[in-house]
């Protein structure tokens, strides 16, 4: 089963919002507001954003945003700084296949 | 503090067995859904494997018939038995708390990681 199809990168100046895409199917993202995001710093483990399509945990800053439209779920990054450089996964429940979970290919954010 | 700690990581031969451990504080293992989750060198997260309150495990197909997650309570421990382990188990290993108890809802605490090298 294929991963969920992220942008391998995207780029933007401080204070600048970026968009982060999530393509899946109707057997996953489509079909469930199950759908998480994560950032991850190098040598760092995995810091949940999102959840639920829309929700963010205690601590996370409002600059952070999800939505989702169809099969496709996207992550909103508003006011950039150079603390948000980083790589982000895109995660979702299936219903398909030999997976529960199924996670995206990542995507690198750079703060130019 | 919530914190998951992992340990058990080593260099391996493939075919060998390794069990990975996860102690966790400030919250209850067995109050909540654990997950593994693997990265391979410079790869993706890959989701591993499940197990809920009530006992329920779930697996990547990848790994169903040779890994096995389970929970000591007494310890507030998580494991994850590795058996037949080849070169594509290579990853760094994380453990993580579900952060609702809806299967791929996310994950809201994660462990630092223990790493796994499966090479002759």
């Known amino acids: 089963q294929s991963a969920l199809t992220q942008p391998a990168s995207v780029s933007g100046s401080p204070g600048q919002s970026i968009t982060i895409s999530c393509t899946g199917t109707?057997?996953?993202?489509?079909?469930?507001?199950?759908v998480s995001w994560y950032q991850q710093h190098p040598g760092e483990a995995p810091k949940l954003m999102i959840y639920g399509v829309t929700n963010r945990p205690s601590g996370v800053s409002n600059r952070f945003s999800g939505s989702k439209s169809g099969n496709t779920a996207s992550l909103t990054i508003s006011g950039l700084q150079a603390g948000d450089e980083a790589d982000y996964y895109c995660?979702?429940?299936?219903?398909?296949?030999?997976?529960?979970?199924?996670f995206g290919g990542g995507t690198r954010l750079t703060v130019l | 503090e919530v914190q998951l700690v992992e340990s058990g990581g080593n260099l391996i031969q493939p075919g060998g067995s390794l069990r990975l451990s996860c102690a966790a504080s400030?919250?209850?293992?067995?109050?909540?859904?654990m997950s593994w989750v693997r990265q391979a060198p410079g790869k993706g997260l890959e989701w591993v494997s499940i197990i809920y309150p009530g006992g329920g495990t779930y697996y990547a197909g990848s790994v169903k018939d040779r890994f096995s997650i389970s929970r000591d309570n007494s310890k507030n421990t998580l494991y994850l038995q590795m058996n037949s382990l080849r070169g594509e188990d290579t990853a760094l290993y994380y453990c993580?708390?579900?952060?609702?108890?809806?299967?791929?809802?996310?994950?809201?605490?994660w462990g630092q990681g223990t790493t796994v090298t499966v090479s002759s």
């Open positions: 995660s979702s429940y299936t219903s398909t296949g030999t997976l529960y979970v199924i």
């Open positions: 400030g919250f209850i293992v067995s109050s909540n859904y």
């Open positions: 109707s057997s996953d993202v489509g079909g469930y507001n199950y």
């Open positions: 993580a708390r579900g952060v609702t108890m809806i299967i791929g809802n996310g994950l809201d605490v």
